[in-house]
C-alpha cells in the first residue's frame, strides 16, 4: 500500500502562482510514476502531469504546458506541482496519484487538495 498525502492548496488570485506537494509513505517511493490529476465541479476527474521515478521524464496536459511544471524529490518522497499564470478555469479539487511503471492505471490517490483561483 502506499499512501499519499497532498498539502498546499488555497484560494488564489488569476495570474498567480501555487505550489501543492504530496508526501508518500508505505512502499519505496522511488519504484512508483507519480501523477497530479485535478476534479472541477461538474466535471470528471483529468490529468494534469505524470513525472518517472528518476524525475527525467515528464509528461502534461496540454491545458497546463508552460505554465506548471511537476517535479519529486526521492530523498523527500515527495512530489510537487509548480502551478504559475493560474486561469480561473484552474479550479479544481487536486490529487496526487501513484503507480508502478508496470501498470497503466494509477491506482493510488490521495485525499485531494481544494485550489480555488479567483477570477
Known amino acids: 500500500q502506499v499512501q499519499l498525502v497532498e498539502h498546499g492548496g488555497g484560494l488564489v488570485q488569476a495570474g498567480g502562482s501555487l505550489r501543492v506537494s504530496c508526501l508518500a509513505s508505505?512502499?519505496?517511493?522511488?519504484?512508483?510514476?507519480m501523477g497530479w490529476f485535478r476534479q472541477a465541479p461538474g466535471k470528471e476527474r483529468e490529468f494534469v502531469a505524470s513525472?518517472?521515478?528518476?524525475?527525467?521524464?515528464?509528461d502534461y496536459a496540454e491545458s497546463v504546458k508552460g505554465r506548471f511544471t511537476i517535479s519529486r524529490d526521492n530523498a523527500k518522497s515527495t512530489v510537487y506541482l509548480q502551478m504559475n499564470s493560474l486561469k480561473f478555469e484552474d479550479t479544481a479539487v487536486y490529487y496526487c496519484a501513484a503507480r508502478l511503471p508496470v501498470r497503466r492505471e494509477f491506482n493510488y490517490w490521495g485525499q485531494g487538495t481544494q485550489v480555488t483561483v479567483s477570477s
Open positions: 508505505g512502499r519505496i517511493f522511488t519504484n512508483y510514476v
Open positions: 513525472i518517472a521515478w528518476g524525475g527525467d521524464s515528464t
